[in-house]
C-alpha cells in the first residue's frame, strides 16, 4: 500500500455503505481519483466540513495496487467555499466548476494547469461577482482540453474576423463569418470576441475588480458553455442552474 498527501479539491460526495461516503476528488499531483471516506458520516474527527464540494484540501490517503479506489484517511482545510456568504448564483457556479472538472478530466491525469485555473477561479467566485469568473473558467478549460476554436479566422472561406461579429453551431467545428453560417448558428459579438481575447491574455484576478453585471458579455458564456457541452457530448446541469 502506497501512503500519499498532497492538495486536492473536493469535486463530488455520494454516500457509500453505512457510513462511507464515496469522494470524487481532484489532486495536484495525480488528477482525479475517487476514494472512501470510511465513517465520515459517525466521526467528523478525520473530515470535519472538509467534505463540501469544492474544498481546498491537503487530502492524506492511501491505494493499494489494482483497486480503483483509494483509501481516505483526512483533510486538512486550506480553503473552504463556505468561509465567504453564500447564495444562489455562487453555488451554482461552484457546483459548474465541479461539474466540468468531474466530466472532462479523465481518472488518474495529472492536469496542473486545470488545478491552477480551479484554484484562481475559486478565489473570484463571490457573492454578487460570479459572472465574470465563470466565463473566464468556462473559456479556458475550453483552451486547455483542446476545444477552443479560432476566433478570428472563418473555418469555410479563410475570411479575416478580428474585430467583428462572428458566428458558431453546434453543428460544426470553428466559427463563420455571416455568409458561411450553417443553419441554427449563433452570434457571438466583436465586443465579446474582444473579452475573450482579454481573457485569454490575463489573469482572473486582473479582471476581478470590473463591473460585470450578468448581462456583461452573455453571448461568450453561452458560446464557451455549448463548447464545453459539445465536446462533452452531454449537457450540463449546473449551466442550467446559472441560467
Known sequence: MMERQGEAIVL?????????????????????????????????????????????????????????????????ILSSPLARPIDYARTAALQFVAEVVEEALPEQAPEDAVFRLVLAVLDELQVGRVWMPVTYFALWMNRLMGWMPELGRCVVCGADLRGGTVWYSGAGDGVTCRDDRRGGSEALSAA????????FR?????????????????????FAVEMLERHLGRRLVSARALG
Open 192 to 199: 465579446s470576441v474582444a473579452e475573450a481575447v482579454r481573457m
Open 202 to 222: 490575463g489573469p482572473v484576478s486582473g479582471l476581478a475588480e470590473e463591473s460585470w453585471p450578468r448581462e456583461r458579455a452573455v453571448d461568450l458564456r453561452r
Open 12 to 76: 463530488r460526495v455520494w454516500p457509500f455503505q453505512e457510513a462511507d461516503l464515496l469522494v470524487s476528488l481532484f489532486t495536484r499531483e495525480q488528477g482525479r481519483v475517487k476514494g472512501v471516506a470510511r465513517h465520515a458520516l459517525r466521526s467528523r474527527r478525520r473530515f470535519g466540513g472538509a467534505l463540501e464540494p469544492m474544498t481546498y484540501v491537503r487530502a492524506t490517503y492511501a491505494e493499494k495496487p489494482k483497486q480503483e479506489l483509494v483509501r481516505l484517511d483526512a483533510f486538512e
